[in-house]
């Protein structure tokens, strides 16, 4: 992807990210991991860290901050990272699990989170465990979210592709 093109592509991703963080939704059933996936995938590999930390920075200016915005924006980053991985092993099987693994690592980081410094589940593993379950509906509105904008944004992208070389074969043969 050229530079112009893919700052466009970032911009682009950071406002729909904003916009459906900030318009009402699903708890959890945002496009943030599918963001940062498809960052680390198609952009350039700076962008899959710094385009969901943007979302994520600007949008809990306006929304808030919490005790827990490291561990949030961290498994953001770290979700961009396997987008690193699912780029050098691109197939439709990869970009499922790629999602399917950032969500699970979301869910297990921030509830482990939640429980280790949050004062609603004691310190222990049955603390841990009892966050976890408490999540459940969290993570899997999460999970279908992801799966649903991970597969509209690979979708268009890969679509888009192929239409550009379409359209740019007809122009060679005439």
Same mark, same amino acid.
Do not use: C
């Given at each position: =992807?050229?530079?112009?093109? $893919? %700052?466009?592509?970032?911009?682009? *991703?950071?406002?729909?990210? =904003?916009?459906?963080?900030?318009?009402? @939704?699903?708890a959890?059933?945002?496009?943030?991991?599918?963001?940062?996936?498809? $960052?680390?995938?198609?952009?350039?590999?700076?962008?899959?860290?710094?385009?969901?930390?943007?979302? =994520?920075?600007?949008?809990?200016?306006l929304?808030?901050? @919490?005790n827990?915005?490291?561990f949030?924006?961290? $498994?953001?980053?770290?979700?961009?990272?396997?987008?690193?991985?699912?780029?050098?092993h691109? @197939?439709?099987?990869?970009?499922?699990?790629g999602?399917?693994?950032? $969500?699970?690592?979301?869910y297990?980081?921030?509830?482990?989170?939640? =429980?280790?410094?949050?004062?609603?589940?004691?310190?222990? %593993?049955?603390?841990? *465990?009892?966050?976890?379950?408490?999540g %459940?509906?969290?993570f899997?509105?999460?999970?279908?979210?992801? *799966?649903?904008?991970?597969?509209?944004?690979f979708?268009?992208?890969?679509?888009a592709e192929?239409?550009?070389?379409?359209?740019?074969?007809?122009?060679?043969?005439?």
């Amino acid at each position: =992807m050229k530079k112009k093109y $893919s %700052i466009a592509v970032a911009l682009a *991703l950071i406002l729909v990210g =904003m916009a459906v963080r900030l318009l009402p @939704h699903p708890a959890n059933f945002t496009p943030l991991a599918a963001i940062a996936l498809f $960052s680390g995938v198609y952009l350039p590999r700076r962008f899959a860290l710094v385009v969901p930390l943007a979302v =994520m920075v600007a949008s809990d200016a306006l929304i808030g901050f @919490h005790n827990l915005v490291l561990f949030t924006w961290g $498994s953001f980053a770290l979700i961009g990272v396997i987008g690193w991985w699912v780029q050098k092993h691109k @197939h439709v099987t990869t970009v499922i699990g790629g999602a399917l693994a950032g $969500s699970l690592l979301f869910y297990l980081v921030t509830n482990w989170a939640v =429980m280790q410094f949050g004062t609603m589940y004691p310190h222990t %593993i049955s603390g841990l *465990l009892g966050s976890y379950a408490a999540g %459940i509906p969290f993570f899997r509105n999460m999970l279908l979210g992801d *799966l649903f904008y991970t597969s509209t944004f690979f979708g268009a992208y890969e679509l888009a592709e192929r239409l550009g070389v379409r359209i740019g074969a007809r122009a060679e043969i005439r």
